[in-house]
Each structure stands twice: as C-alpha cells, then as structure tokens.
C-alpha cells in the first residue's frame, strides 16, 4: 500500500505470527525480526526521504497501524487490509498471547516517568505477563552499546522500541544484528496510552 508491502492479517493473527517467531527464534539462533508500522506520516517520510525509504525496506513485516492506509488498500489494491492494526491496540492482543505462551517483554523509550508507569499498569492489567525490563529512551549514541547489553542480559522475547518515527526505525535497523531478541516492534507513542 502506498509503496510499503503491508501485511495482509488481523491483530491477532499478527500476535500468533509473533509466538511463532519468537518460538523458533529461541530455538534457533536467528537474527531478530523487525516489525514496523505504516501510518500517514510514514508513508509520506517513505516516499521523500530515501534514507528512510531504506530503512523501511530493511523491515521483515510492516502493518498498517493508519485507518487511512486501510482506506488506500481497498481503493488500490486488489487484496484489502482486513483490519488497522494499531499498535496501541495490538500491544494488547500481544500481550494476552504472551501471557498464555510464556514469552517475554522488554520495555524502552519514552521518559522515565512514562515508561515507570505503563509498565507499572501493564503488570496489574496482565497479572502473568512478563516484563522482564524497560528503560527510558533518553540516551546517547555512546550509550547504545550499554543498552545493548541490558538487553542481550535478559534475553527477552520482544523489545518494543518507542523513539519517535523516524529515530526508533533507524535505531532498530542498526541495532538489530547486536540483539539477541525474538522481536523488534516500534511502538511511537504507546507508553502514553498505556500510561494513560
Ligand atoms: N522518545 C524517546 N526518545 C527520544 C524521542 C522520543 O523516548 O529521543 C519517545 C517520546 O517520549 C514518546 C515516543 O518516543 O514516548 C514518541 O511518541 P510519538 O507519538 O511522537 O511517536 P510516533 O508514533 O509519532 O512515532
């Protein structure tokens, strides 16, 4: 849609795609699989800025987390979206599909205080999920490797990355090969929802 390949599911069939990955990317050493999204905004940076067009293209999966790019399917494609996948919703088909599989999250980004206390709220609503670590996305370039390492410690199953579009897309695509995670999601502004 738009030039972005979308995925063609549900939020929760994309949740039962991420069990799988995960799964097998604990079975297999694997590099990790990067999960984006696609929004007006994203389009619009995709089809000006080629570097981010670049990034973008290094995606292994991309949904449509706009109503807008659903719109665009059904207007121009002859295989419509089913379903927006916002992220701000699917964190939560997620997370109930972690909490019976048994896979881990790790939180970053957003300011300290946001991030304390989505968290916070996320491990009263889903008694049984496992946040296994969250940082704030406040830091250097010099602080990546050491972020890196708070992550690879822990071993999660998903990272979600909150930077803001267009930082976190390019902050995964680096950092992707230094993970040992099963899942990179971007997840913008989701710690505020989740904050309330
Ligand atoms: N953010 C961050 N580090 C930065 C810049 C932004 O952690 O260097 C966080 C910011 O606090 C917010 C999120 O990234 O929680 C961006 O939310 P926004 O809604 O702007 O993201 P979008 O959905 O537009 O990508």
Known sequence: VAGLDTVCLTK??????????????RANKIAPKVVFSSNGQGISLNATDKSFANIMSQADM??????????ASKLFTKKPLPDRIATTDFFHNAARKA???GLTFFMLGASEEES?????????????L???GRRNGYFTKDQNQEIIDEIN???PDVLW?????PKQEFWCIEMRDKLDVGWIKTCGGLYAFLAG
């Not at 929760?12 to 990317?25: R, T």
């Not at 991309?62 to 719109?71: E, K, L, R, T, Y």
């Not at 990355?161 to 579009?165: F, R, Y």
């Open 116 to 128: 304390k206390l989505a968290c916070e709220k996320m491990r009263i609503k889903y008694p049984t």
């Open 12 to 25: 929760d069939e994309l949740a039962d795609v991420m069990v799988k990955d995960c799964l097998f990317s």
């Open 99 to 101: 909490q019976e599989s």
């Open 153 to 155: 410690a822990l071993k």
């Open 161 to 165: 990355v909150a930077l803001g579009k």
């Open 130 to 132: 496992k946040i296994i």
């Open 62 to 71: 991309i949904h449509a987390d706009g109503q807008s790019v659903v719109f």
